[in-house]
């Protein structure tokens, strides 16, 4: 399985922004897609995850403000971000899961995601 992730960039706080992470290769083995993010000097953290059926869990630091969805014809989820806040700042990292919603199996490179206060 192959993950290309898109779509980061430099944003002012409380500002949006959506990544993209698309998943080619032997896709029927994914049962779970999201995202982690590692910010300057901070440990690797998960963010959210959604499963094939649409059910979604989200970090409590991110509830509210990000919405995770899914083209399951596309085998793409996206991932909405608004209201983004400073502490959002980090690298976003795509990952796909078998068995395991927060633990992956296969990664994308990260995008990072700036946001200016």
């Known amino acids: 399985v192959q993950l290309q992730a898109s779509g980061g960039g430099l944003v002012q706080a409380g500002g949006s922004l959506r990544l993209s992470c698309a998943a080619s290769?032997?896709?029927?083995?994914?049962?779970?897609m999201g995202w982690y993010r590692q910010a300057p000097g901070k440990q690797r953290e998960w963010v959210v995850s959604i499963s094939t059926s649409g059910s979604t869990n989200y970090a409590d630091t991110v509830k509210g403000r990000f919405t995770i969805s899914r083209d399951n014809a596309k085998n793409t989820v996206y991932l909405q971000m608004n209201s983004l806040k400073a502490e959002d700042t980090a690298v976003y990292y795509c990952?796909?899961?078998?068995?395991?919603?927060?633990?992956?199996?296969?990664w994308g490179m990260g995008t990072l995601v700036t946001v200016s206060s």
């Open positions: 290769g032997s896709t029927y083995s994914i049962n779970y």
């Open positions: 990952y796909a899961a078998r068995a395991w919603a927060t633990s992956g199996n296969y």
